[in-house]
């Protein structure tokens, strides 16, 4: 069979990211995926699918709440979630064959099925067409990602009514109450979908807070605005059980030491992911997982087998998709010899909700507890002339710089397309500008960027237009 | 033809130099393999010659950086001897820094402006004018060397570079009114003059080195002395014998070597480092030998250092030692290295806690020998004596592991036929 410079395990954004660097340096590289599809949970049940359904689910809400304050009247509003799913799963067909296409460009052979370790360096793939082949590769990268953590005890999935974020994102029709467990990213913004369409939902977490690692302002911040939208927190509150009773389900929980229940016709989990090694046959080559499930590496992404790295969710590190193709074109580079880096300060974290969250780097309760003396500039969107242009001011930039250097070390924001602002700090981050470096730059007028310009300005309390 | 004379690439870890001499001017006639320009990198001096023979047309000037690839200067392959093409080196680069700080760079063609003022950021092109500092003079630490903000303002706190009186108004009224002339002001010492001069990359990268190691180490020092009156006696008995045999002098180096192998495979931590989460032990013992060259400390390895003979030791330090003088170790000779020996006792140093050369965790201090009294049998005699210092980083080593290998040491140089016979 053929011998490889690189083998790929996991055809997500970790992996055919790598992979195609890989070719680009010349290398005979193969990805295998067992989904049937590339891209990952990424393209095929995280971040593009729910994206598409939050824009849908985003225009419904616009045109129902906010078209009337623009003079803008329609008779009979309706939608249609069967189109929506199809036009999402359209989006999603596209963009992995997309991604077919460009391995292939880049002379990666792409191997459907499922691969495990035989030896260090051979890997047998049960092959998704039936049959099984083995291949011997000089350097094995494993890219096997995620997958989400069910409450086996307390909540098991039923690939129905308990869910995880998977089949959140196939509902065939709108939930009347949707019970989210854990305000996190993923239960934030799918709440945010059904929410919009007329569901409602009830967040429960155990913390006192929503979006825990998130810095504290924007915490409190998205608490307020999407409960203006509806949506019902329940925080502090820890789940006991969720269960089938009769034709609905019943969600019990305990708040302040009384356990109280509420009745909902589905429940999304979804308090975390845990990286995913099962049937890789780990124990064949020596490579030991940690508690939660993740692999430990080296700088260079080297396992306890130095041919035998990782990268991707399956590592340390936040779990995004933008982290994980970082990380695989890294180890391409380090594998070809090259210098590959990450630098994980400069990473930007979102939250796809309307307002949308966006951070780099560290937040302010970071900084306290590390006792690093920082300076805060902070303008509220209500203050840019955009954004009241938009009819969308809710939220604020907050820019946290060295109180002695002025170089930005923290930069949150919540806002109308935060998502694309945060771009502007992550390369100030990247090129370890100063808070003034922001400020001294124009940035076009009317924008929302302004409010950037702002709180860099703010940081050193010169603020213009506030 | 023309054809562009670049920086070559002259080692794995090395991605920029600066051009310490041009041994031609532009207009030359050089021929092939003609020695063009000496590159000082962070690790060596390295010379670049001429792959074709043509009149040369100088584009990178003395005391700039370059990367591995930039091109330094064209070769006009056609033309013959000396029809001294004009040198090519636009106005604006001429080093003018009295007028550069002052001059706010032109509003609309920013590409007048010198190179170096111009790639600033917005903040650290602000703050150089406004502190009339010449930011060529100042270590970036941005992405790519770049300077920011920050590199500025540590740069004025740390006293490198005051401010130029005058160079704004805010600043000037900030300054000091004259004092009258008192005891120990400059109108009485007379002209108390101050001079600058760039690092070198050589030390720049030390500094930058010794930084990081304290920065990222655990270090601790523990110290021991020895007894050298039996290594002295075996030195003298064979010194005359061993010169004529090899050619090169029987030093202490050799012995502290050798004890140092054996007291690194009885305590292998100390011949380890830390990478991520692992600790990477090594099965060879490649021991540096910081020796002073022309341009600061370099510190050669003398790999596989335990299948060496002692002579085989000595040939090995001696030569490196005559290399680094005249700048010519190169970069391989200098990189790896799993352990360091230091001698501080040739420059008369009696105790010292040497810094660690990372990523290595342990480097062993020698020092001056000198007579002192000490208690032997109960009796006060004088014996020759030295202090060693091994630092070593404790995130890896064991107090008791440090303290063993300097004792280990000790009874090895103490009584060398320890190490004969492997004890
Ligand atoms: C609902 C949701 C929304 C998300 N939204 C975002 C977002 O907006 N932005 C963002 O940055 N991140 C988002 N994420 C996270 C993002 O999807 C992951 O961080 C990213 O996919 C990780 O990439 P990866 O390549 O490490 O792993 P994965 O994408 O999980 O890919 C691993 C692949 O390996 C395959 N595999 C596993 N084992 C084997 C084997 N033995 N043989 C062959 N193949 C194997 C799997 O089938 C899988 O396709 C979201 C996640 C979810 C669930």
């Not at chain 1, 083995?134 to 869910?163: C, Q, Y």
Request: aromatic letters at 6%; proline letters at 4%.
């Amino acid at each position: 069979m053929a011998n490889f410079d690189v083998v790929f395990i996991g055809g997500g954004p970790a992996g055919y990211t790598g992979a195609i660097r890989a070719g680009q340096l010349g290398l005979n590289v193969a990805c295998i995926e067992s989904r049937g599809s590339l891209g990952g949970t990424c393209l095929n049940v995280g971040c593009i699918p729910s994206k598409a359904l939050l824009q849908s689910s985003e225009n419904y809400h616009q045109v129902k709440h906010k078209f009337s304050e623009h003079g803008i009247q329609i008779g009979k509003l309706e939608f249609d979630v069967a189109q929506m799913l199809k036009r999402k799963d359209g989006i999603v067909s596209g963009l992995t064959k997309g991604i077919e296409g460009l391995l292939k460009k880049n002379k990666v052979t792409y191997i459907k099925g499922k691969a495990s370790f035989v030896n260090p360096n051979t890997v047998k793939v049960a092959l998704t067409d039936g049959g099984s082949e083995e291949h011997t590769a000089k350097n094995f990268v494993i890219s096997t990602g995620s997958s989400p953590i069910e409450l086996r005890s307390i909540a098991p999935f039923d690939g129905k009514d308990i869910v995880s974020s998977t089949e959140a994102l196939t509902f065939d029709k709108v939930p009347e109450h949707l019970v989210v467990v854990g305000a996190g990213v993923i239960g934030l913004e799918m709440g945010s979908v059904w929410m919009r369409l007329g569901a409602k939902v009830t967040v429960i977490e155990a913390l006192d807070r929503v979006l825990p690692p998130m810095d504290g302002a924007v915490s409190v911040e998205m608490k307020k605005i999407l409960e203006k939208q509806g949506m019902n927190f329940l925080l502090g509150c820890k789940l006991l059980k969720a269960e089938k009773s009769g034709k609905s389900l019943k969600v019990t929980y305990e708040q302040e030491g009384k356990s109280k229940d509420l009745s909902c016709d589905k429940v999304l989990v979804a308090v975390g992911r845990r990286a995913y090694t099962d049937g890789l046959g780990l124990e064949n080559v020596g490579i030991a997982t940690r508690k939660d499930g993740k692999i430990d590496v080296n700088h260079h992404y080297q396992t306890s087998v130095a041919h035998i790295r990782a990268v991707g969710d399956v590592i340390d590190g936040p779990m995004l998709a933008h982290k994980a193709d970082e990380e695989g074109v890294a180890v391409a580079e380090l594998i070809a010899g090259k210098p590959g880096h990450v630098n994980y300060q400069a990473i930007p974290n979102v939250v796809y909700t309307w307002p949308e969250v966006a951070s780099v780097g560290s937040t302010e309760e970071e900084l306290k507890a590390k006792g690093v003396d920082y300076k805060v500039g902070k303008i509220p969107f209500m203050a840019n002339g955009r954004a009241r242009c938009f009819g969308e001011t809710d939220g604020f930039v907050k820019i946290i710089a060295d109180a002695k250097s002025d170089k930005i070390i923290g930069a949150h924001i919540i806002g109308p397309n935060a998502s694309e602002l945060i771009a502007e700090l992550v390369i100030g981050v990247e090129f370890s500008a100063s808070a003034e470096d922001i400020g001294r730059s124009s940035h076009a007028h009317p924008t929302l960027a302004e409010v950037m310009k702002e709180a860099a300005l703010a940081v050193d309390k010169r603020a213009l237009n506030f | 033809m023309a054809v562009e004379v670049k920086m070559p690439n002259v080692g794995e870890s090395v991605q920029e130099g600066v051009i310490h001499k041009w041994r031609v001017k532009s207009g030359d006639f050089v021929n092939r393999d003609d020695v063009l320009v000496e590159l000082e990198t962070d690790k060596a001096t390295v010379e670049v010659v001429a792959e074709n023979s043509g009149v040369i047309t100088i584009v990178k000037k003395q005391g700039e950086t370059v990367a591995v690839g930039d091109v330094m200067a064209s070769l006009d392959t056609d033309a013959k001897g000396s029809t001294a093409a004009k040198e090519s080196t636009p106005a604006s680069s001429k080093p003018s820094e009295k007028a550069e700080v002052k001059l706010p760079p032109p509003p609309t063609s920013s590409s007048t402006a010198p190179a170096a003022q111009s790639d600033l950021s917005p903040a650290a092109r602000r703050i150089t004018e406004e502190l009339g500092v010449n930011p060529s003079q100042i270590v970036g630490t941005g992405k790519d060397g770049r300077l920011t903000k920050g590199d500025v303002i540590a740069h004025v706190e740390s006293g490198s570079s005051k401010p130029q009186s005058g160079s704004n108004q805010a600043n000037a009224a900030s300054q000091p009114s004259p004092v009258k002339a008192s005891l120990g002001s400059s109108a009485i010492l007379g002209a108390r003059s101050e001079r600058r001069e760039p690092m070198s990359m050589i030390r720049k990268r030390t500094a930058e080195r010794l930084v990081k190691a304290q920065e990222t180490a655990a270090i601790l020092t523990t110290f021991n002395e020895i007894d050298m009156t039996n290594v002295m006696k075996l030195r003298n008995d064979y010194k005359d014998k061993f010169k004529e045999k090899y050619g090169v002098g029987l030093g202490f180096m050799s012995f502290f070597m050798k004890a140092a192998i054996e007291a690194l495979k009885t305590f292998p931590a100390v011949n380890g480092w830390i990478e991520g989460n692992e600790i990477v032990y090594h099965d060879y013992y490649d021991i540096g030998v910081a020796v002073s060259s022309n341009r600061g400390l370099v510190v050669p390895v003398v790999r596989n250092a335990e299948r060496l003979s002692v002579a085989e030791l000595e040939m090995a330090v001696g030569d490196y030692g005559k290399r680094a003088k005249d700048g010519k170790l190169t970069i391989d000779e200098m990189t790896g290295g799993t352990f360091t020996v230091s001698n501080g006792g040739v420059f008369g140093s009696l105790m010292s806690t040497p810094i660690l050369n990372p990523p290595q965790s342990a480097i062993l201090g020698m020092h001056k020998i000198q007579e002192r009294p000490v208690v032997v049998g109960g009796q006060i005699v004088i014996r020759p004596m030295m202090y060693v210092a091994l630092s070593y980083d404790h995130r890896i080593i064991d107090g008791r592991e440090s303290v063993g290998f300097l004792v280990k040491i000790k009874e090895c140089v103490e009584d060398p036929s320890r190490i004969l016979v492997g004890v």
